[in-house]
């Protein structure tokens, strides 16, 4: 039975580069934009691949076992969804702390997979700290590593998966999807855009494109300092060094060799960007992906990139995201 396979984890990565051919004609665009639809991945985002690294490397090194050790993870929900899911079959309890604002599919998809769910701002050490940074992802995740230190001087087996800091976050992205992206193109392309969120996508990918000696564009988007429309994506140039998630900083200051561009989302462009190509190509996505094609729109507009290839990266799928107004009339 060589086709059957003994989990879903073997089916993580191997997703699809699509062209938006609808999208294009629509909006005129001479360039081709060609989308990686992560919501192929068996637990519906991106962040299976980052999960599942983590979770095997940790356990090679025999940090966690299974039906002992706890699963803790900070999310604003496709993170702690894929830790919810492999820890499910991997036989691991899990605790989701969740960022607020987040869509009601996330936190039910969570649960449903057996995971105990958390909002952030039921945890009394950390309200008046998002108040004072707008609920901060990475002010949080700062503040809740002391909470959990906290847990493990008691004594429980806990193990923080720490998308935010863990090396292999950029590392599993540079590995799978960095290598992907340049393997199905054979390397064709001028640009590659990624909303912004741990920025472990877009340092991972960018490290693998550089070493290729490519010269595409790496663009990277992030929403506004105050935008809390753009879930899952965090602002890292108009905030205190402090809050500039790791993967793109270095010696105290913003990393400046891995992207060539920043752009700062416009909420409602991404939101219809999205509603967009979900009618031209019938790819439903989510907001974050939304922000990537508004910014790999404005790319394709340049006339620079006519008739070459711009990559767009799409995390997840639209379906949890319902209960939003994304798709709201």
């Given at each position: 039975?060589?086709?059957v396979?003994?989990?879903?984890?073997?089916?993580?990565?191997?997703?699809?580069l699509?062209?938006?051919h609808?999208y294009e004609?629509k909006?005129g665009?001479?360039?081709h934009?060609l989308a990686?639809?992560e919501?192929f991945n068996?637990?519906g985002?991106?962040k299976?691949r980052?999960?599942?690294r983590?979770?095997?490397?940790?356990e090679r090194e025999g940090?966690?076992?299974?039906g002992?050790?706890t699963l803790?993870?900070?999310t604003?929900?496709?993170?702690?969804?894929?830790?919810?899911?492999i820890g499910?079959?991997?036989?691991?309890k899990?605790?989701?702390?969740?960022?607020?604002?987040?869509?009601?599919e996330?936190?039910?998809?969570?649960?449903?997979?057996?995971?105990n769910v958390?909002?952030?701002?039921?945890?009394p050490?950390?309200?008046?700290a998002l108040k004072?940074?707008n609920?901060?992802?990475?002010?949080?995740?700062?503040?809740?590593?002391?909470?959990i230190?906290?847990r493990?001087?008691?004594?429980?087996?806990i193990?923080?998966?720490d998308q935010?800091?863990n090396?292999?976050?950029?590392?599993?992205?540079?590995?799978?999807?960095?290598?992907?992206?340049?393997?199905?193109?054979?390397g064709d392309f001028?640009?590659?855009?990624a909303a912004v969120?741990t920025?472990g996508?877009?340092?991972?990918i960018?490290d693998?494109?550089?070493?290729q000696?490519s010269?595409?564009?790496i663009?990277?988007?992030?929403?506004?300092?105050?935008?809390?429309?753009?879930?899952?994506?965090?602002?890292f140039?108009?905030v205190?060094?402090?809050r500039?998630?790791?993967?793109?900083?270095a010696?105290g200051?913003i990393?400046n060799?891995?992207?060539?561009?920043?752009?700062?989302?416009?909420?409602?462009?991404?939101?219809?960007?999205?509603?967009?190509?979900a009618?031209t190509?019938?790819v439903?996505?989510?907001?974050?992906?939304g922000?990537?094609?508004?910014?790999a729109?404005?790319?394709?507009?340049?006339e620079?990139?006519?008739g070459k290839?711009?990559?767009?990266?799409?995390?997840?799928?639209?379906?949890?995201?319902?209960?939003?107004d994304?798709?709201?009339?």
């Open positions: 039975m060589a086709k396979h003994d989990s879903l984890t073997e089916l993580v990565g191997h997703t699809p699509v062209r938006l609808g004609k909006l665009l001479k360039a934009i990686k639809v919501y068996p637990i985002s991106i299976d980052i999960v599942l983590i979770i095997q490397d940790a940090k966690i076992k299974p002992k050790t803790i993870e900070y604003s929900g496709n993170t702690g969804i894929a830790v919810s899911a499910a079959m991997k036989g691991y899990v605790q989701i702390y969740l960022q607020e604002g987040v869509s009601r996330r936190l039910q998809v969570m649960k449903a997979f057996g995971a958390t909002k952030i701002g039921d945890v050490e950390l309200q008046d004072q940074t609920n901060d992802f990475v002010a949080a995740t700062n503040i809740l590593k002391q909470h230190r906290d493990q001087a008691a004594g429980d087996d193990y923080f998966v935010m800091i090396p292999l976050n950029p590392t599993a992205h540079h590995d799978t999807t960095g290598r992907e992206i340049w393997e199905d193109t054979d001028s640009a590659l855009v969120g920025a996508t877009i340092r991972g960018a693998y494109i550089h070493e000696g010269k595409a564009k663009i990277a988007v992030e929403p506004g300092a105050t935008d809390t429309k753009l879930t899952g994506i965090h602002n140039t108009e205190p060094i402090e500039v998630p790791p993967s793109i900083k010696d200051a990393r060799d891995i992207f060539d561009e920043v752009f700062v989302g416009d909420s409602n462009g991404a939101f219809e960007a999205a509603r967009t190509v009618k190509d019938g439903l996505v989510g907001n974050s992906s922000a990537a094609l508004w910014g729109t404005k790319i394709a507009l340049r620079e990139f006519a290839n711009i990559v767009v990266i799409f995390p997840d799928t639209g379906l949890r995201y319902l209960s939003t994304l798709f709201g009339e």
